[in-house]
């Protein structure tokens, strides 16, 4: 094993995880050195990419992140070298609660009416599913959800953490549907408002199922406290 891949086995090992090992949260890899090689030199970029690439794998990819988080390989590897910082970045990011706020007010926080002429009526943001006899976007985005719910093997009483919930239509479905409690997280300030709105429908009907659409702070860590976790593409706005 070379200098990459063994440097990369000591920091994994900190968190129970073992390269090619037989667990399911073991990272698997044909190639160690030059997976953690191309880590090193490309950061969090070149291992997401490399995951893309089915350069590695990992049957529980949730248990994997859990266990890193847990167990803060970021903070133990700060004072080597700088390549090691770069592996740090692959676990932790370094995005910071300013920042990530600032995003979303320039990127998202456009107010509904922006948004209301070019999305379905529920307001379901990222692309649909048109399959079968699906002909409006709106059978197209509920087609999404309920796929989405499918792939999640959702069980009545689960928790589940929805990131980047937007304006709350598929937590709302879960809850509903599904019998699962939901917690939604949203930067998006008008989106959050009309998430509270559609809890605001549950009461008294739903009793065993909630949301709070709003924004908060979430350590990585807390992801381990749900039965399921949901996000859509835009982690650049999840710091840890």
């Known amino acids: 094993m070379g200098a990459s891949a063994k440097r990369a086995a000591e920091l994994l090992a ?20 030059a997976l953690f090689r191309k880590t ?34 970021d903070q133990q590897a700060i004072g080597f070298s700088d390549a090691l910082l770069v592996l740090r970045a692959m676990f932790a990011n370094m995005q910071s609660v300013t920042r990530s706020i600032r995003v979303a007010r320039n990127h998202y926080d456009l107010g509904n009416n922006f948004y209301e002429p070019w999305l379905d009526k529920s307001m379901t943001y990222s692309s649909a599913i048109w399959a079968g006899d699906v002909d409006n976007l709106d059978d197209a985005q509920m087609q999404k959800i309920h796929h989405t719910a499918k792939k999640m093997k959702l069980e009545p009483g689960m928790r589940v953490l929805d990131i980047g919930s937007g304006w709350g239509e598929l937590a709302y479905v879960l809850a509903t549907e599904y019998g699962v409690n939901v917690t ?35 350590r990585p860590y807390r992801f381990c406290w749900n039965d399921r976790a949901r996000w859509r593409p835009q982690l650049s706005g999840v710091h840890a």
């Open 40 to 73: 090193f030199a490309g950061g969090v970029l070149a291992f997401c990419e490399a995951y893309m690439n089915s350069e590695w794998d990992c049957e529980d990819l949730f248990e994997l992140l859990c266990r890193v988080f847990r167990s803060k390989i």
């Open 184 to 218: 939604g997280l949203t930067a998006f300030e008008a989106a959050a408002r009309l998430g509270t709105a559609k809890v605001r429908r549950l009461a008294g009907r739903f009793p065993a199922s909630g949301l709070s659409a709003s924004r908060r702070q979430v």
């Open 14 to 33: 900190e968190a129970g995880i073992e390269i090619n090992g037989t667990r399911p949260w073991d990272l698997r890899t044909k190639n160690p050195e």
